[in-house]
């Protein structure tokens, strides 16, 4: 089996459509080694639910922890923090007044991601994402470049961009591997119990 059809496979396999509170934005220059230069200032709601799953990512070792010494006290605890979860879910989501955008379909990889648009963005354009994804409230501030403009022939959109990451972290790629390992597993258990 050769390279490319090895690579093409792993991309494959690591690639999952996905609902997410997705927005974009067309970066004017090149990106620069400070990507704060590039960056606006995100909205508020994005910010806490950033800050939540921050919060979420370090108490879950604290919960591992608890789990190897009682398994009452971490499933208590694991079932509080998804009423929490809930209720912050609730609050920023139903809002009518949040500044998130509405969720959108994507199609998410570990290299890339494609999109629905109103807007025809032109091959090699440098975009800043912000994304938040429903797994753990992940929240992830991604650049990419536009690599494939098509007619999408479904959907809300008239065209599907699809866009490489540029510049993205391992733990970024780690993040998003998870998130669509985490919702295969949930596909598959759906359709064993169908």
């Known amino acids: 089996m050769s390279t490319d059809v090895k690579a093409?496979?792993?991309?494959?396999?690591?690639?999952?459509?996905?609902?997410?509170?997705?927005?974009?934005?067309?970066?004017?220059?090149?990106l620069t080694k400070d990507k704060d230069n590039n960056v606006e200032k995100v909205s508020t709601a994005f910010e806490m639910i950033e800050l939540f799953g921050q919060m979420n990512q370090q108490m879950s070792v604290a919960l591992g922890r608890i789990?190897?010494?009682?398994?009452?006290?971490?499933?208590?605890l694991k079932g509080l923090d998804n009423k929490i979860e809930?209720?912050?879910?609730?609050?920023?989501?139903?809002?009518?007044?949040?500044?998130?955008?509405?969720?959108?379909?994507?199609?998410?990889?570990?290299?890339?991601?494609?999109?629905?648009?109103?807007?025809?963005?032109?091959q090699g354009t440098l975009i800043a994402m912000d994304m938040i994804l429903s797994t753990d409230l992940l929240c992830m501030h991604l650049t990419g470049r536009v690599i494939?403009?098509?007619?999408?022939?479904?959907?809300?959109?008239p065209y599907r961009i699809?866009?490489?990451?540029?510049?993205?972290?391992?733990?970024?790629?780690?993040?998003?591997?998870?998130?669509?390992?985490r919702l295969q597993s949930e596909q598959l258990r759906a359709k064993r119990e169908a």
Do not use: W
């Open 67 to 76: 789990s190897d010494t009682s398994a009452d006290v971490a499933t208590y």
């Open 86 to 122: 809930l209720l912050a879910q609730m609050y920023l989501f139903k809002d009518n007044h949040t500044d998130l955008e509405p969720r959108r379909q994507i199609n998410l990889g570990a290299g890339g991601l494609a999109f629905g648009s109103d807007e025809k963005l032109k």
């Open 148 to 157: 494939q403009i098509s007619n999408e022939l479904k959907g809300d959109f």
């Open 162 to 181: 699809s866009v490489g990451f540029v510049d993205i972290s391992d733990a970024e790629v780690d993040q998003i591997i998870k998130h669509i390992m």
């Open 8 to 30: 093409n496979e792993r991309r494959q396999y690591y690639r999952i459509d996905d609902s997410a509170i997705f927005s974009y934005r067309v970066l004017n220059k090149e």
